[in-house]
Structures are given as structure tokens and as C-alpha cells.
């Protein structure tokens, strides 16, 4: 199945960054393909290592773009990133000690991090570049 | 060439911790040397502006000029134009010592041979401007460096006519060559400047000024020694004498004494050898070098952290060539990469959350990839156990890391700390693969690849991505900075942070997050603060008192008492080969009009024989051809004899042509030399022949029998 479907309220109405955000969330998708049924803890560790470290590679763009730019909320969105990604780690490590990756769940907070990251922070970003 | 290496090395760490001890790392004066040259070239530079400001440059008021500065503006003018020469002198000790540390050090093999390259022609340039300074004194030692430079140069044998004839006696000296020396004098550092700005290129976030406490402390050493020793001029230079004793700066001038026993081309082929055999110096044997560094595009977007933290510069961000939508990707010269890993330590993918083959940092070292580092410390987690579990991520230059393995401590090696992506302390700390991570790298502020110190401290700290996420707990973060050979002090951290982390356990208290996240470090036992003021002011005082010193000790004998100095020098041009004749009437009609001439003569003349005899004994026969690419310039003479003070007898022949035997000119003179007189023995055909002294000086005044 699917994990994770675009929506209409993730657009934040900038083709190439709108863009940007469908590729990850196609990323995120393959990668839960690739996991398929079979959920040994290693593989599912895995996959969300992959997922970690696109997101990490992701946000380490956008600072860069942001620093170029010399946006001014870059400390706020930079921490709001350290947020999401410290909201993975937690998981990965609940996972490491046994906890069993719930999709129904996971696709809910990563929807959630579309909503609310992507669409406040990303958002005022792009209203900042386009000033 | 390695024996060599090692001893010095061995010589200079000891050196190194020993003033470690004093100045602390930060400040330690041999791991700041090159900012100090930066540093010293300023304080020349300023006060050569200051000095020049109130420098007449006139050949005959230079001297008077600068002796009025000295005494009249002591307090500043006379400051200035100490610190400008011993700031000039110091840093020719700066520039020595750091290029044999480098050596010794092995910083300048393979891929670091840019700097080591470039700073050759430094030196030379730096050299110049010393000899060009000193000449511009115009006294007694500005004449032997202006007589001893040209005699020098003239051995390469490029000029028509020796360049030391500017400088044979008072009647020839004129103020355009000096003119020439100022120009020089102000363009010599320039080209020095840029010289520097070349030689620093290839180092990313290059060092140029020294923290500010060496920076003052080396300016105010300086101005102690200029107010306790200030720089002089020596007697006003007079051409028609010689001086007999000369107080030289050894710094700049060493090498002259030995024009006095070598002849000035061989000094040369030595000089240029020498540094042609240190421009091969970095291939000498050329490094076995590990791979360099590779992107790997699939996980490479362009984020540029490696570009930002490559201290070698050996990154460029390039356009994207995979056709992905990013803009740019990570390129790596492999001319440039030294292999030390950096890179892979600020790559965002670099995370050991990955797992096995799906692995992959945007950027790798082929010898040593992130899924083989994870894979060392998931064993090396595995082999320790016990209360307190320490992994220790240890650099190739640090102090022997790999004595501390045991049963509760693992030691991961990396060519440099700064290659370990912060995730991976993140691993070891937040899935409990150990209590305590220490990473072990060089001496601090002299990471042997420039950078590893400084980046990890400041992703640790949040000051640099990627950082060490926040969540990680920094009390469980040790750095332990170590000169190679301080073993003790290594093992010394990692007690005290064992002890540490068990106090953590037994519920010590955490303590409160600091404004900057700093690692854990071991408390050094230090010197008391008043020994460590003693110990500096003694260093600066060793070290601006070996400068004041060899800034003129010892006094050099240029001439032995009781002697004066004969030159035989002139420039005379042989007879044609053949005389010019007159073209006859036939051949002028049979000749265009516009080139018609009256005369034909065929270029070319004879050379030059001459011999002088000292008191009836043969001094010098040689034969001198003529000058120019046609051999119809002037044949040019330039020898001087060290003669007893005394009453001589002169006998001087030349023949000029090209016969067998017989002399165009002689002449013969008795003369009264006396001691540290410059005689010269001069030739001029439009006056008569031979000429002896100037008049002044021809006190025998008379033919000889």
C-alpha cells in the first residue's frame, strides 16, 4: 500500500518546491514499497534510516538555500527541522528497542510534518523569496 | 631523508608540549608560526612606511637622514625603525622555522606540495628585501653589501659591464643605482605579498594573524628589545676605504662571508641547487597516498557542507551533470584531496542509522567507507563491557589512541576525527552501545589536516552543521587534543573521563546545559599561573634577545688590519679586427642610394689582455674577451687583491690587438697604501692609459723607476 498520498493541503503553492516535496514523499513511498509485509526489525530499521537520511540531506539543502538567501527566520526553521528529525530518531530508537512500526500511525505523522512544517515554515520561507 | 624527519619531529614535539605548558595550545608559538610571519610582515611593513616617510633618498643624505631619525625621534622615529629591523629579522627565524617544521612535521608531501612550493620563491624574495634594505643605510655595511651584491651578480656574467664599477670608488658613485635599490626596496615586498597570498591559496579558511595574546606579546618583545637595543647605522659608507671590521646581520647576510672563499657562480649553482632540491623536496620519495575522496551522486544534492569544511580546498560545487533537478553537485580534485575524510564527517547521508548496502555518503573515502566505519564501531560496542564503556575515535596523528583499548574501552581509528559524522555519536550514545564517547585527535589548533580540531568542536557545539543533535547528551561527549608524543596526558583524559562517567551514573548530577554545548574535557594539571607568565616572558626574551643578537654579532673581518684593498678594474674596448675602410667609388654606384654609407667596418674586436704585477711579482694575467652578441662591445676588467698596507710598486700592461706579444699601453707606479684604503687601478685609453688611485690618494705620486 501506499504510506503516503499527496494532498491538496501540502501544496504550498511554489511549483518547484511543491515539486520537490511530491519527490520525497515518492521517495518515502518506494522505500515503503521496497519494506513490503515481511517486517524483521532490521529491515524496518532500515527504511527508516533511508528515510532519516533523505530528510537530513533534504533540510541540509534548504538551510543552504536559506543561508544564500540570508532568510531571516533561518534559526526557527532550523530548529523546527531538528524537531522533525529528532521526532524520528525517537521512533527509530522506540523501534530498536521493540516497539513494532505502526504504517497507520507513522503515515499520520509524516502527514502531519506536510501540514505543519512544509506549510508554515516552508511557506514563509518562499513568501520571504518572493518579497 | 625519513631518519632525518623522525629526529626532528621528535626534537619539535618536545619543543611543542614544552611550550604547550606555557602558552597553552592555543598560543603555542611553533603551531603559529606562519600567522607570526603574517604578523611580522605587518609590523616591517608599517614601520618601513613610517621610516620612509622621513628617508632622504639621496645617496648622500640617506645615512644623515636615517642617523637623525634614530636620534632625534628615538621614542617613535627611532622605534619604528628598530622594530623594522628586528621584526625584519624575526621573521626570517619565523620563515625558517616553519618551513623546517613542516618538513619534520611531513606537511608539505603529495597533495601538500602547493604551499611548500610556493614559499621557495619567499624566500627569495624575502631575502631581497633584506639585502635591498640594508643597502639603503648607506653606511659602512651598506657598502660591503652593495660592493659584495654586485660583485656577486656580476659572476653570472649577464651584464656587459660589471655592475660593481657603480661602487669602485667615490668618484663613480651615482645616485641612480640607489634610486634603482629603493624602487626595488618597495617593490620586492609587494611582490613578497603576493607571494603570500599565492602561497596560502590551496588552504581553505587560511590563518593569518595569531590570537591576539602571542600577537601582542611578540609586538611587545619587540619594542622592549628596540628600546633596550636600538637599531644604528654603522660609520657613513665611504667608497674610498675599506672597512676593516663589519657588524653583520646574520639573519639576511649570512651567506655573504662565504663569497670571501667561493667563487660568486658557484655560490649561485649552490643557492639555485639548493632550492631546486627543496621544490622536489614533496616528491622526495613521492607519498603513497590513500584514495581521494568520492561523490557518490545518488546521494549527493548539492547541500555543500563538504565544499564548506575541505580544508584543502579540493571541493568545487559544479553544475549538476546527472540531469536531477538539483542545481549543483560536489565535485572532488583528486590533486587536491589529502584523504583525510573531513568531508564525509559534514555529509548529511553520512548517518549510521542507515543500514548495510543501502549505505552510501554522498561523498567517501574508498579506503574507508561509512557502512565499514559502522560496521567497527557496532563490534567494537560489542567487545566492551563493564560500568563504564568508552569508545574512543582516535585520528592517525593523535597520541597513540590504540594503547587504550581494553576490556571496557574500544578504539576506532580514522585518518581524522573530523571525518566522523556526529550521527555516529549519536548511535553509540542514544542506543547505549557505550556510556562515553572520547575522541582523540592531534594537538589542539594544530590539526595535522588543518581542521578536524575545530570542525568537530563546533558541530558538537551546535556551531557547525551538521551538529551532533541536541538530544545527545554532551557530558557524555569527551575531546582530548594531544601532541603525538603525550601519551600521559591522553591516558590521563581518559581516566578522569571514566571517573566522570561514572559519577554520572552513580546519579551525579547532570550538569546544566551550558550556552555552548561543549564537549567534556579533562582538567590539565597546569602550571601555576605565575610560572606560566614567567616561562613566556623568558621565551620572548630568549627569542628577541637571539634576534638582537645575530642582528650584528658577531662583527665579521671583512679586511685584515694593516691591509688595504687594490682593485684593477676598467672597461676597455679592443681594437677592430679589422680597420673600417672607405667603399670605393664602384661599389657606392652599385649601391641603392638609401643605403649608401662611406665607410664599410666589419663588427668584431680584439680581446682584452692585461697584467699587473705587485712589487715585481705577477698578480694578475688574464685575457677578457669583448662584450655583446657581435664581440664588438668593451672587454671589461674586475679583480681585487688584499695587499699589505705599505709602499708598492705597480706595473700594469694591456694589449689590445690581438698581437702576439708587445703592449699597447704600461705604465708603472709607486704608491703608499694605507690600511683599509680601496685602490683602484683604473684604465682609461682617452686619458692616457693606466690611471692609480684618485688624486687624493696618490700620495707616492710618481713613476716608477
Known amino acids: ?131 | 631523508m625519513d631518519a632525518l624527519k623522525r629526529g626532528l619531529r621528535a626534537v619539535f614535539l618536545r619543543l611543542e608540549a614544552a611550550l604547550e605548558a606555557v602558552f597553552g595550545s592555543r598560543h603555542n608559538p611553533l603551531t603559529q608560526l606562519g600567522t607570526l610571519g603574517w604578523f611580522l610582515f605587518w609590523i616591517v611593513t608599517v614601520s618601513g612606511i613610517y621610516v620612509y616617510i622621513f628617508f632622504d633618498t639621496g645617496v648622500t643624505q640617506a645615512w644623515e637622514s636615517l642617523d637623525r631619525l634614530s636620534r632625534e625621534q628615538w621614542y617613535l622615529g627611532g622605534l619604528m625603525r628598530s622594530l623594522h629591523r628586528y621584526a625584519s629579522d624575526a621573521l626570517v627565524l619565523v620563515i625558517l622555522v616553519h618551513a623546517l617544521r613542516e618538513f619534520a612535521m611531513d606537511r608539505m608531501r603529495g597533495n601538500r606540495w602547493f604551499p611548500w612550493v610556493t614559499g621557495i620563491p619567499l624566500l627569495w624574495f624575502l631575502y631581497a628585501c633584506g639585502i635591498t634594505g640594508y643597502w639603503l643605510v648607506w653606511d659602512q655595511l651598506a657598502q660591503y653589501v652593495a660592493v659584495a651584491t654586485t660583485e656577486w651578480l656580476d659572476s653570472i656574467g649577464i651584464f656587459a659591464e660589471p655592475i660593481a664599477r657603480n661602487f669602485l670608488d667615490s668618484e663613480r658613485l651615482s645616485g641612480r643605482f640607489f634610486t634603482l635599490i629603493i624602487y626595488m626596496h618597495i617593490a620586492l615586498p609587494l611582490l613578497m605579498l603576493l607571494a603570500m597570498w599565492i602561497h596560502i591559496q590551496r588552504h581553505a579558511h587560511a590563518r593569518v594573524n595569531p590570537p591576539r595574546a602571542l600577537a601582542v606579546g611578540t609586538l611587545g618583545a619587540l619594542v622592549a628589545l628596540s628600546f633596550a637595543w636600538p637599531a644604528m647605522s654603522q660609520a657613513p659608507a665611504d667608497l674610498d676605504r675599506v672597512p676593516f671590521s663589519l657588524g653583520l646581520d646574520w639573519f639576511y647576510l649570512a651567506v655573504y662571508p662565504l663569497l670571501e672563499r667561493l667563487d660568486g657562480s658557484t655560490l649561485w649553482l649552490l643557492l639555485i641547487g639548493g632550492s631546486v632540491l627543496l621544490t622536489l623536496l614533496p616528491w622526495l620519495p613521492p607519498l603513497k597516498k590513500a584514495p581521494a575522496a568520492r561523490v557518490d551522486l545518488d546521494n549527493c544534492n548539492g547541500c555543500r557542507r563538504c565544499f564548506a569544511d575541505c580544508p584543502f580546498g579540493a571541493i568545487t560545487m559544479i553544475a549538476r551533470t546527472d540531469g536531477l533537478a538539483y542545481e549543483q553537485e560536489a565535485s572532488v580534485d583528486p590533486d587536491m584531496c589529502m584523504s583525510c575524510g573531513i568531508c564525509v564527517g559534514a555529509c548529511p547521508t553520512a548517518t549510521p542509522f542507515r543500514r548495510g548496502g543501502h549505505l552510501s555518503a554522498g561523498i567517501e573515502l574508498p579506503d574507508r567507507t561509512v557502512s565499514g566505519l559502522r560496521e567497527e564501531v557496532v563490534a567494537a560496542a560489542a567487545r566492551i563491557s563493564g560500568d563504564a564503556r568508552v569508545i574512543v575515535f582516535g585520528c592517525n596523528h593523535d597520541a597513540d589512541s590504540d594503547r587504550l583499548a581494553d576490556a571496557s574501552t574500544a578504539v576506532v581509528r580514522l585518518p581524522c576525527v573530523g571525518m566522523l559524522p556526529p550521527p555516529f555519536v549519536d548511535l553509540v550514545l542514544m542506543r547505549h552501545q557505550a556510556d562515553g564517547v572520547l575522541l582523540s585527535g592531534c594537538a589542539g589548533h594544530d590539526c595535522f589536516e588543518r581542521l578536524g580540531d575545530q570542525w568537530t568542536e563546533q558541530r558538537i557545539a551546535n556551531e557547525r552543521d551538521p551538529n551532533l543533535r541536541t538530544r545527545v547528551p554532551r557530558e557524555r561527549v569527551a575531546v582530548a587534543w594531544n601532541n603525538p608524543i603525550r601519551h600521559g596526558a591522553l591516558d590521563e583524559a581518559l581516566t578522569q573521563f571514566r571517573a566522570h562517567l561514572r559519577g554520572l551514573a552513580a546519579g551525579g548530577t547532570t550538569p546544566a546545559p551550558a550556552a555552548r554545548p561543549a564537549a567534556w574535557r579533562a582538567k590539565l594539571r597546569e602550571l601555576p599561573a605565575a610560572a606560566r607568565y614567567t616561562g613566556q616572558g623568558l621565551v620572548y626574551a630568549l627569542v628577541v634577545g637571539f634576534v638582537g643578537f645575530f642582528a650584528t654579532q658577531p662583527a665579521y673581518t671583512y679586511l685584515a688590519e694593516d691591509h688595504a684593498l687594490l682593485k684593477l678594474s676598467f672597461s676597455h674596448a679592443g681594437q677592430p679586427l679589422k680597420p673600417c675602410r672607405r667603399y670605393t667609388h664602384e661599389e657606392l654606384t652599385n649601391t641603392k642610394f638609401s643605403e649608401r654609407s662611406a665607410t664599410s667596418c666589419e663588427r668584431g674586436r680584439w680581446p682584452v689582455y692585461v697584467e699587473l704585477d705587485l712589487n715585481g711579482e705577477p698578480i694578475y694575467r688574464a685575457t677578457h674577451d669583448p662584450a655583446g652578441l657581435w664581440n664588438d662591445g668593451p672587454s671589461a676588467v674586475y679583480a681585487r687583491f688584499e695587499v699589505p698596507a705599505g709602499r708598492h710598486r705597480l706595473d700594469a700592461r694591456l694589449r689590445d690587438n690581438g698581437a702576439d706579444q708587445g703592449f699597447t699601453f704600461t705604465a708603472s707606479r709607486m704608491v703608499e697604501l694605507k690600511p683599509g684604503t680601496n685602490f683602484v687601478v683604473d684604465f682609461r685609453a682617452a686619458e692616457g692609459g693606466f690611471t692609480f688611485g684618485l688624486p687624493a690618494q696618490d700620495t707616492a705620486r710618481q713613476e716608477a723607476p
Open chain 1, 1 to 131: 500500500m501506499t504510506l503516503l498520498k499527496w494532498q491538496a493541503n501540502f501544496r504550498i503553492g511554489i511549483g518547484e518546491v511543491d515539486h520537490e516535496h511530491q519527490d520525497l514523499i515518492e521517495l518515502i513511498n518506494s522505500l515503503h514499497d521496497a519494506l513490503g509485509d515481511e517486517r524483521s526489525g532490521e529491515r524496518v530499521e532500515a527504511f527508516l534510516g533511508e528515510i532519516l537520511a533523505d530528510i537530513s540531506a533534504h533540510f541540509a539543502l534548504e538551510e543552504k538555500v536559506m543561508r544564500d538567501r540570508h532568510y531571516d527566520a533561518l534559526a526557527e526553521h532550523k530548529a523546527d527541522h531538528e524537531r522533525l528529525l529528532d521526532e524520528l530518531r525517537d521512533l527509530m530508537d522506540a523501534q530498536a528497542e521493540g516497539a513494532v512500526l505502526d504504517d497507520r500511525r507513522f503515515a499520520a505523522q509524516l502527514a502531519q510534518w506536510f501540514t505543519g512544517h512544509f506549510q508554515t515554515h516552508d511557506a514563509r520561507f518562499h513568501r520571504y523569496l518572493a518579497r
